[in-house]
């Protein structure tokens, strides 16, 4: 089973889902699939199929009102990626200032 950051790095890598997503966050409620699908030059299925990569990292959630369906934009699963992130730039940032600080060290020294 894949883990969170890896379905949110899935979800996010495709160029049609953050726009998918994108569409999603700045509606002011939630979208149908017909809407969704008639803002991007791809069949309804192929919208579908980016929904549930979306839907299975937790950046949309589906309602079902009658014989629509309805999407809604979650960006609170973002934070952890946020984090992932935030670990790594720390770390090259101190790997950096310990290169330097060594360098500055093996000059002077």
């Known amino acids: 089973m894949q883990d969170k950051i890896t379905k949110l790095f899935k979800a996010v890598a495709d160029p049609t889902r953050r726009d998918i997503f994108h569409a999603l966050v700045i509606?002011?409620?939630?979208?149908?699939?017909?809407?969704?699908?008639?803002?991007?030059?791809?069949?309804r299925q192929?919208?579908?199929?980016h929904i549930k990569t979306l839907e299975d990292a937790g950046l949309v959630h589906l309602d079902?009102?009658?014989r629509e369906?309805?999407?809604?934009?979650n960006a609170k699963p973002l934070k952890e990626l946020?984090?992932?992130i935030q670990f790594y730039?720390?770390?090259?940032?101190?790997s950096l200032d310990n290169l330097d600080n060594y360098l500055n060290t093996?000059?002077?020294?």
């Open 89 to 94: 730039e720390q770390f090259w940032d101190d």
């Open 64 to 66: 079902t009102k009658g």
């Open 46 to 49: 192929g919208v579908t199929k």
């Open 27 to 43: 509606a002011t409620s939630a979208l149908s699939i017909t809407q969704i699908s008639n803002q991007f030059d791809m069949s």
């Open 106 to 109: 093996s000059k002077h020294g």
């Open 69 to 73: 369906r309805f999407c809604n934009a």
């Open 82 to 84: 946020n984090k992932w």
